[in-house]
């Protein structure tokens, strides 16, 4: 019997219920109230703890209420963080890149995580190899998104190119809770896929082709990051610092205590989701998953440079002022 399909329909009721996070009246520099926005996932462990151990609301001091909202995707995120529903948290560098490209307000503060795309092929699928990649069809979870790009652009580099821009690798698009239903009905051979959803698969037979130290931009493009609006960052910067420091605090307690801070990770999901990830699955996700504060702003061009390249992106972004520079108090900045 396949192991744990339950697995497999995290992500829908993530969909479902991701947006029961705390309700939050404040705008963007409220002077009472903090709102903290995040994903149910274990790329967004960091506020996760943050949230358990309380670390925002020891740094912001008792002046300051501290509430969260979680987030089925980045686009909900990034409007949220637009409109003021939220003040700083946890995202994708895609939907930020984007939202910053098209002229939005939003600086990256720190790194949160990195590494975990996987490209895995079905059982089925006869896939052994780069090699044997020809007129089979790939699933990401979108056009352009990082999984996408990330996979796209070292195919590219291996000389095999995508159906779009004129290869025969065939690419659909998909929830990764659908992945696994996928691979079974011969609908798609292969995934470019973030864990947990990697080790999903593999336990349920999958074969790994591209692991995340191999694939572009694996272990140095961070897949989630701390944001915050310029805004803020003018208005509050002794409040930005606080929400940086505990940050900080939260990634050492995740490197320091990773068997408490998986843990706490499958508990706050299942508390958002109503489904508990097993905990293999997420030890062997962990193995893949860096948490760190670092984000390379050479690193968050280069991959914007290859979304361009592989024609995603008509014009070619410059984001030399969406990265604050690192260990730089942001009042120092303004």
């Not at 580099?157 to 690798?169: D, H, K, M, N, V």
């Not at 593999?202 to 692991?211: E, L, M, R, S």
């Not at 109503?274 to 905990?279: A, L, P």
Request: hydrophobic content about 40%.
């Amino acid at each position: 019997m396949k192991k744990n399909l339950s697995a497999l329909f995290f992500l829908a009721a993530i969909l479902v219920l991701s947006a029961c996070g705390s309700d939050s009246s404040s705008g963007s520099g409220s002077k009472d109230e903090l709102v903290i926005g995040y994903f149910p996932n274990i790329d967004h462990v960091p506020a996760m703890i943050a949230k358990e151990k309380q670390y925002f609301e020891e740094a912001v001091g008792e002046d300051v209420e501290v509430t969260y909202k979680t987030f089925p995707d980045g686009g909900a995120f990034m409007t949220a963080l637009k409109t003021g529903d939220i003040d700083a948290g946890f995202v994708g560098p895609g939907p930020v890149m984007n939202n910053y490209a098209n002229g939005a307000d939003v600086k990256i503060l720190a790194g949160a995580s990195s590494g975990g795309t996987v490209v895995v092929a079905s059982e089925q699928s006869g896939i052994e190899g780069l090699e044997d990649l020809d007129n089979h069809t790939f699933i990401t979870p979108g056009i352009g998104c990082t999984h996408d790009v990330q996979m796209e652009t070292f195919l590219k580099e291996q000389g095999i190119t995508s159906a779009r821009i004129g290869g025969t690798l065939k690419h659909v698009t998909g929830n990764p809770a659908q992945y696994q239903a996928m691979f079974e009905s011969g609908k798609v051979d292969l995934a470019a896929v973030p864990e947990p959803w990697a080790s999903t698969l593999v336990a349920n037979g999958a074969k790994v082709i591209v692991d995340t130290d191999e694939i572009a931009y694996g272990t140095t493009l961070p897949n989630t990051v701390l944001v915050t609006s310029g805004k803020m960052i003018e208005e509050q910067s002794e409040l930005v610092d606080q929400i940086t420091a505990a940050h900080e605090k939260s990634i050492a307690f995740i490197n320091e205590n990773p068997e408490e801070a998986q843990t706490i990770a499958i508990d706050s999901i299942e508390e958002i989701t109503n489904q508990r990830m097993d905990e293999s699955i997420i030890a062997s996700a962990w193995e893949r998953v860096t948490y760190t504060t670092e984000v390379n702003a050479d690193v968050i061009q280069a991959f914007a440079d290859s979304s361009h390249d592989l024609q995603f992106l008509k014009e070619k972004p410059e984001f030399d002022e969406l990265v604050v520079p690192q260990d730089t108090e942001v009042g120092s900045v303004q």
